[in-house]
């Protein structure tokens, strides 16, 4: 006797109606459709799966994936797919490309194609036949391959300390950066960051390259429809310093690492951009960026007082999120001395927590944050609060229509 199946909710018919309308608008190349649909999509998904087919997918289907993913960086089977033909190719034939050459198991490189392809990272065109995939060949990339390792190797451990961590300290969310789950986990009492200097080099190597990939495929800060860089900034700069015997510093990048958010900037204005743009970052972190000839690497510690006098702004990306609201302020008053009154502001690119529908990619930030920093994200009211105690006043908040962070422009109170 077959059971027939339930009647669909009224909320996965509502979903299908939009992601009809979503379809539409993606074959028009309306923007925002794309970002529709995989939420939609998604949505759905959730609303039309079981409870038990929720649990195997989360709790078998995606831990064996990235543990694959990962075995695959090991072998660099990814590597070894990026000559496969898109009409793919057997899995004995991919195996003798891995390493060791022609030493790895077929029959264990079979069954990780066989996962990858049922995951979607890759296709499977026939019997014991496969291709890659975009995504498959972007893993293939250094960058990516680093984020996997970092992600996987370094990161993971941090977050299976957190039920340890939370009965040692009474289920309380953590609010020192040198006591949270991932010092919990390493046994070792210092900053995150500061465990890449002293214990781990590699592992802070593979987080830049991961912070890399992190802006990849994001709305930029100075994109058209984003903040209006040439009405806010180039506006009203001055190209040269005060006693005119120099180019004056149009952006200092505080904190802003291998420095993708300078090339980027420099990209997209190029001439335009009336002075220098300074990038600045922790010795190590400085020595792997590359920049534009006209532009300037500098080492520098952003809870020391900032050197760069009078720019017209000072660019933080990604730093207040990561530091508590006391080590937040210091670091604003460190630059407060050395902004121009009227004319220098301080961008900070960062998330804004909104009151009610918050995407995964912000809450799952933030429970990274508190495991490896004790720290976290911020509404409007809470960073309206930190920077007034640093005698800064917001002159408003700007947000791509498709982006997920936010530019928030500050001027001396």
């Known amino acids: 006797m077959t059971t027939t199946p339930p009647p669909p909710s009224q909320t996965a018919l509502d979903i299908l109606s939009e992601i009809n309308g979503l379809g539409d ?206 009405e806010r900034l180039i506006a009203g700069a001055e190209a040269k310093t005060e006693n005119g015997e120099e180019e004056g510093v149009f952006l200092v990048d505080v904190g802003g690492g291998t420095g993708h958010d300078v090339k980027g900037l420099r990209a997209a204005f190029g001439d335009k951009i009336p002075g220098r743009l300074v990038l600045q970052d922790r010795p190590e972190i400085i020595s792997h960026a590359q920049v534009s000839s006209v532009d300037e690497k500098m080492a520098h510690d952003f809870l020391t007082p900032q050197p760069i006098k009078g720019a017209r702004a000072y660019f933080l990306h990604s730093i207040v999120q990561d530091w508590s609201d006391s080590i937040n302020t210091q670091i604003l008053s460190s630059i407060v001395p050395a902004m121009k009154p009227g004319y220098s502001k301080i961008l900070i690119n960062d998330f804004v927590v909104p009151n009610q529908g918050a995407h995964w990619s912000q809450t799952a930030l933030d429970w990274e944050l508190m495991a490896s920093l004790g720290a976290r994200h911020r509404t409007v009211a809470e960073h309206a609060a930190l920077y007034e105690g640093a005698g800064l006043k917001i002159m408003g908040i700007w947000r791509h229509p498709h982006s997920l962070d936010s530019l928030i422009e500050l001027e001396l109170a």
């Open 25 to 230: 608008g993606l074959r028009n190349g309306e923007q925002g459709a794309r970002e529709g649909l995989m939420s939609a999509a998604s949505r759905l998904i959730a609303e039309l799966q079981h409870p038990t087919e929720n649990a195997l997918q989360l709790l078998w289907a995606q831990p064996t994936h990235l543990a694959v993913i990962r075995m695959a960086v090991e072998i660099k089977l990814f590597q070894a797919m990026s000559s496969t033909p898109p009409t793919g190719e057997s899995s004995a034939s991919i195996a003798a490309r891995c390493v060791p050459e022609g030493k790895a198991d077929t029959v264990l490189v079979a069954r990780m194609l066989r996962h990858l392809a049922a995951m979607s990272t890759i296709l499977e065109t026939g019997p014991d036949t496969f291709a890659p995939t975009s995504k498959s060949l972007a893993y293939a990339a250094p960058n990516y391959q680093d984020t996997i390792l970092y992600i996987v190797d370094n990161f993971q451990p941090a977050l299976d300390a957190g039920p340890s961590f939370f009965r040692a300290n009474g289920f309380q969310a953590p609010t020192s950066s040198i006591d949270a789950p991932f010092q919990h986990a390493f046994k070792k009492g210092v900053h995150y960051f500061e465990y890449f200097d002293k214990f781990d080099q590699e592992m802070g190597r593979r987080f830049a390259s991961m912070m890399d990939v992190w802006s990849m495929g994001r709305q930029r800060w100075f994109d058209a429809d984003y903040y209006p860089v040439g």
